[in-house]
Nanobody
């Protein structure tokens, strides 16, 4: 059974940093693409960052480039999202997802597995 478990969210002040973690289990993810999405109240879920597990190639939504960094630890089967210089508009539930396609994908419907999400709240 595939499980994606996010952690690391919380309440932080604007300008601070957080590192979100996504622990993956249940199968070998080496051929998968992993993604981070976020969903703010009343808004659609949006892609923020992705990584191809096999190559480590990363890709980002334009508005977060330079502040968000996605990475993976093969030994721990974990994907991370480092968020720096947090802004109030980063407030959202952040979700980790896995796509069997393997190639860079940014549409939620292209992902096969999802975690339960972790709340990030940024105060001004």
């Amino acid at each position: 059974q595939v499980q994606l478990v996010e952690s690391g969210g919380g309440l932080v002040q604007a300008g601070g940093s957080l590192r979100l973690s996504c622990a993956a289990s249940g199968r070998t993810f080496s051929s998968y693409a992993m993604g981070w999405f976020r969903q703010a109240p009343g808004k659609e879920r949006e892609f923020v960052a992705g990584i191809r597990w096999s190559s480590g190639m990363t890709y980002y939504e334009d508005s977060v480039k330079g502040r968000f960094t996605i990475s993976r630890d093969n030994a721990k089967n974990t994907v991370y999202l480092q968020i720096d210089t947090l802004k109030p508009e980063d407030t959202a539930v952040y979700y980790c997802a896995a796509a069997q396609l393997g190639r860079p994908v940014t549409i939620p419907g292209q992902y096969d597995y999802w975690g339960q999400g972790t709340q990030v709240t940024v105060s001004s």
